[in-house]
């Protein structure tokens, strides 16, 4: 289940909201929910509400625009996901969620998490994506599940089709906000955005949201509450971060050799910024028998789908990624995320790297730094006020 024992221990966060807007809520009962919404909340483990959830759950249960930012495994899915079913008319047999992700993955993601906390309720949901039969989700939404989730694309497709009918749905979710407001997929949220209900109430949410983000929720959002971090809390507790510099690229495959073959580690994720490079790193490493798999875009849905059971399973020990994987994706046992190569993107950085240390566990991330990467990991220090340490000589007490 996706962050669905999420930790108690959350990192501090700075509210923006003004003070007769901010409402915290530190316990669920007092949240005033639907008796079996409440039932399946702590059906699944939840005990007391993460910071994001003492804030932003009662928001959306009240009809207001919502932006949030919260760091990965903080319980940002089942702040959504309890204010949607909260939100949602039993009794109507009509669409009234829609919520949004930018990958299949991510998506079937917070399916399971809807389906999990709305155990006991009595509700219809469906999962809308792209690498399924077009027929079969024609034949889902006929049946016109109260609960959407989705990838863009398809969803734009079923809409632009008339096989989605949006006239009922009175909130959009969006998820990983920044990245689907950039502009891979700016036209078709905005095409999206274009079909729904002009009264609609919207929630965006995600780790990190740039100035220009905000410039462009101001066309759609009415006064929207906000729940913001700064940049320099973003880094997630319980994550040593460190690199190791290369002056050629080639040192990068005998330095993970070398790393893997020293220390005994769970489960861990490499990254890197092509498909190319992840194809060459799985076929290199299993040259040198080291047990691997690997995922990327180009892959069938059945495919990634099969990788990803595995890897929650623990059946595969080493992933290699591009950042198809960097945002949402919960598993875990991940103790190592290796940046193979240095993010091109700033704000990838948090996203890979929270994928280890989450719900209060111990992480370890590691970046193999060329010169020009080098460089890349100075700026990432100055953007989030971190620092990122020099793998050090003595390595016995990393790996605990």
Do not use: W
Not at 24 to 45: A, T
Not at 240 to 264: N, P
Not at 355 to 364: L, P
Not at 374 to 388: A, L, N, Q
Request: aromatic share 10%; net charge negative.
């Amino acid at each position: 289940m996706s962050e669905q024992m999420q930790s108690q221990t959350d990192t501090g966060v700075s509210n923006e909201t003004s003070n007769d807007e901010e409402q915290v809520i530190d316990n669920f009962d007092n949240m005033k929910l639907k008796e079996n919404l409440l039932r399946g909340i702590y059906s699944i483990g939840y005990e007391k509400p993460s910071y994001i959830q003492q804030r932003g759950i009662i928001p959306i249960t009240k009809g207001r625009d919502i932006i949030a930012q919260s760091q990965s495994g903080t319980g940002k899915t089942a702040t959504f996901t309890i204010g949607s079913l909260q939100l949602l008319d039993e009794t109507k047999d009509e669409t009234q969620i829609l919520i949004i992700a930018p990958t299949r993955e991510l998506a079937l993601q917070i399916y399971d998490v809807v389906a999990s906390i709305g155990e006991y309720m009595d509700i219809t949901h469906a999962c809308i994506i792209g690498g399924t039969s077009i027929r079969e989700n024609i034949e889902t939404l006929s049946k016109k599940p109260q609960i959407i989730i989705g990838t863009p694309g398809r969803l734009y497709d079923m809409i632009y089709k008339n096989r989605l009918y949006t006239k009922y749905i009175k909130l959009l979710v969006v998820d990983e906000a920044d990245e689907m407001l950039s502009k891979g997929f700016e036209e078709q949220i905005k095409n999206i955005f274009k079909s729904l209900p002009p009264e609609i109430q919207v929630a965006l949410f995600s780790a990190t949201m740039s100035d220009d983000f905000f410039m462009l929720t101001d066309n759609f959002m009415r006064n929207p509450i906000k729940i913001l971090v700064k940049n320099d809390e973003l880094t997630l507790e319980g994550i040593s971060q460190y690199y190791i510099y290369m002056e050629r690229d080639y040192y990068k495959f005998d330095a993970l050799c070398d790393l893997y073959s020293s220390f005994s580690i769970s489960q861990s994720i490499l990254y890197c910024n092509s498909k190319r490079t992840v194809e060459f790193l799985q076929s290199k490493l299993t040259e040198n028998n080291f047990s691997n798999a690997y995922i990327h875009g180009d892959m069938t849905l059945d495919q990634r789908k099969d990788i990803m059971i595995r890897f929650r399973t623990g059946e595969i020990r080493m992933l290699i990624s591009t950042d198809l994987l960097c945002r949402g994706i919960d598993v875990q046992q991940v103790s190592l995320v290796i940046n193979y190569e240095v993010p091109y993107r700033i704000e990838n950085y948090i996203h890979r790297i929270g994928r280890s240390g989450r719900f209060g566990r111990k992480g370890v991330a590691i970046n193999f730094a060329n010169d020009r990467e080098f460089k890349m990991i100075k700026d990432i220090e100055r953007y989030y006020s971190t620092s990122v340490e020099e793998f050090p000589k003595d390595v016995s007490t990393i790996f605990k």
